[in-house]
């Protein structure tokens, strides 16, 4: 599909931005949670279910083969937003989390032994710890963990250490979903690579915000959710170089990745078939290509320009409530604040907040390691996207002065 003509207001194009919630009108500051959706994503989604609805793969009839299409396409849209060489180098998952579950017993599990090592960084989500954490323990491998520094980045001159002949495989997230910080993925990859180590990215916080080149990058796997990036949820991405895959193991069983089965054995169709067994989320799919078609018709530039001034802006504004510290300050970095109060804990602020219809999250963010690392129990996060405005952040700043009046400061 053509890109269509750029919306001046794309506020507008997001249905759920207009709601109330608690009377006031809805702040949404909890992009990196999930993103909303904008109108031309909910129109393809019910379109497909209200007019295209068939199964994939399988029928000889119209209906079928035109959502095969449909899916086929959608596949080809995620190869052309990450530069994939080919369209059989993306498979669909549920989400960032099963595709990384699936690298690591596809590709990590079979090739390690007791005492290999798999390298991560101490700003990972349990998405991209747990699983690593879960194959190494099974085949008696050690999960090694690159250190930060203070502002939030990952210490290069440890990170280069701690590469070595054990390491089979190098997982880092592209950009931390608490510090806001993007990673120097290229020059981590290139310091891995001359040592002929595999890298997988945990991008799901990084394609909302920045354009990704997986060719570019030189990365092995790439991984992100729809939901982050406007699309549906329940769909996610594991990009995957065609030779690495072409010999991976299948990771479920099932219909559709199958080329022939008896009772004897099973033979497996070739990549990405061979790791979408079962019938997929066909509309979060279609739903993902009209997601991408909507970011390249609004434009890389357009978000970035945009998010770059709402950083700033709330950067400085929340600089101005007295005992708030900022969590991470890398100077390359998305639009994720965290940040602590001295005044109140992070879920009474999250709660105080919800009251004025600004909804930020509270917690450890699925990083207790990280949160250990930074010395506190949880964080308050505000993460942005395009669509949010200045004036949502003079709210959120004047709740958090509220806060601490509330709480005596
Ligand atoms: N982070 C957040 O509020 P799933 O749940 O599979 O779509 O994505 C998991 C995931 C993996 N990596 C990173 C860097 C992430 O930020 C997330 C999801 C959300 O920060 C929900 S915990």
Redesign the pocket.
């Known amino acids: 599909m053509e890109p269509k003509a750029q919306n001046p207001d794309p506020r507008s194009d997001f249905p759920i931005l207009r709601r109330e919630v608690k009377g006031k009108p809805l702040v949404y500051l909890d992009n ?2 999930t993103t909303q959706k904008p109108q031309v994503v909910i129109d393809r989604v019910s379109g497909f279910l209200a007019n295209e609805n068939a199964n994939i793969h399988r029928g000889v009839h119209y209906l079928s083969m035109e959502a095969t299409d449909a899916y086929d396409r959608a596949r080809a849209k995620v190869a052309g937003f990450l530069n994939a060489a080919e369209a059989r180098e993306i498979v669909f998952t549920r ?3 099963e595709a990384i579950n699936l690298v690591a017993r596809s590709f990590a599990l079979p090739r390690m032994a007791s005492g290999d090592e798999i390298l991560i960084s101490a700003m990972e ?1 349990h ?2 710890i747990v699983p690593w954490q879960m194959a190494a323990k099974e085949c008696g491998a050690l999960l090694r963990v690159a250190p930060l520094t203070d502002c939030g980045q990952i210490d290069l001159e440890a990170y280069g250490e701690l590469l070595g002949e054990r390491t089979r495989l190098v997982a880092l ?1 592209h950009v931390s ?1 608490v510090l806001g910080t993007i990673n120097p993925a290229k020059e981590m990859i290139a310091m891995a690579k001359e040592l002929n180590i595999p890298v997988l990215l ?1 991008g ?2 990084a394609v909302p915000h920045i354009s990704v080149d997986v060719r570019e990058l030189n990365c092995d796997f790439y991984t992100f ?1 729809s ?2 990036l406007f699309g549906p949820d329940g769909v ?1 991405i594991l990009y995957g170089r065609a030779e690495l895959l072409a010999a991976m193991p299948p990771y479920q069983g099932g219909g559709d990745m199958i080329e022939q089965v008896s009772f004897e054995n099973t033979t497996f169709r070739a990549p990405p078939e061979r790791f979408e067994a079962g019938t997929p989320n066909i509309s979060g799919a279609i739903g993902l290509g009209a997601a991408i078609d909507y970011i390249s018709a609004l434009g890389r530039e357009t978000i970035h320009a945009r998010e770059e001034q709402l950083l700033n802006y709330a950067t400085n504004r929340l600089g101005e409530v007295p005992g708030l510290s900022i969590r991470g300050t890398a100077p390359e970095k998305v639009a994720v604040i965290s940040f602590t109060l001295e005044s109140a804990h992070p879920h009474d602020i999250g709660t105080i907040l919800d009251a004025s219809g600004i909804a930020i ?1 509270a917690g450890h ?2 990083a207790q390691p990280l949160m250990q690392h930074l010395g506190v129990p949880a964080t308050a996060r505000a993460s942005f996207a395009f669509y949010n405005t200045t004036e949502e952040i003079d709210r959120l700043t004047e709740a958090l002065l509220e806060v601490n009046r509330m709480f005596g400061t």
Do not use: Y
Request: aromatic fraction near 0%; include cysteine.
């Open positions: 990196a949670a989400g960032t989390t989500h998405a991209n997230t979903n945990d799901a916080q959710s939901h982050k996610g999250r963010h699925c």
